[in-house]
């Protein structure tokens, strides 16, 4: 595992955004973890989220001329993943925002911030049904630009409704590549190298042989 991926794991354990216990999902699913990526809710937080998708891009690989953020969530993940691109990797890239409602006066329309052009990365936290991606890319492609790759925290690598998990439906249905911070597998490596999660790494591995995909 990249010390990035263990690095950013402490982190969110260290902030409550990731938790082990018995949770109950929006799918009705029990989960034996959650994650919540609003608890990166200080300055200090959000700064060191931003500097670990940053790391997760670089290490992609991926090429892409600006930053989306799509309204709410991915507005302050853009601006804190813009600030750390060009503090830590010395890009300096334009970035941008939508509202959910245009405004009809002043800067008139949906988008906040430089205008989309190029191969656009979109940020996000999480991707649950994939209609925050559907959106942005319909958003992107009115504006003339290209969306190139879908940036998020965790990929929890289960089934949806059918037998693709959401990251994968977004990448076969919308044709954009994925790049998650971590993924549920990280999280049990994780916890196999790491002393105290024995109990918890039972029901992570339970649940990730009855939903999980390959």
Known sequence: ??????????????????????????SGRRSPYFFNAGQFNTGAGLARLGA????????????????????YKGIPLVSALSTQLHALHDRDLPW????????DHGEAGIIVGAPIAGRVLIVDDVISAGTSARESIEIIDAAGGE???????????????GELSA???VRQNLGLEVVP???MIDLITFMQ????YAEHLERMEAYRAQYGVA
């Open 193 to 196: 190298t790491h002393a105290g």
């Open 181 to 183: 911070i971590v993924t």
């Open 167 to 169: 990251v994968q439906e």
């Open 1 to 26: 595992m990249d010390s990035y991926k263990a690095d950013f794991i402490e982190f969110a354990l260290a902030r409550e955004v990731l938790l082990f216990g018995e949770f109950t999902l929006k």
């Open 147 to 161: 969306p190139c790759a879908l940036a998020i925290a965790l990929d929890r690598q289960e089934r949806g409704q």
């Open 52 to 71: 670990f998708y940053a790391d997760a891009l670089m290490a992609s690989g991926i090429a892409f001329d600006m930053l989306f953020g799509p309204a």
């Open 96 to 103: 941008s925002f939508n509202r959910k409602e245009a405004k």
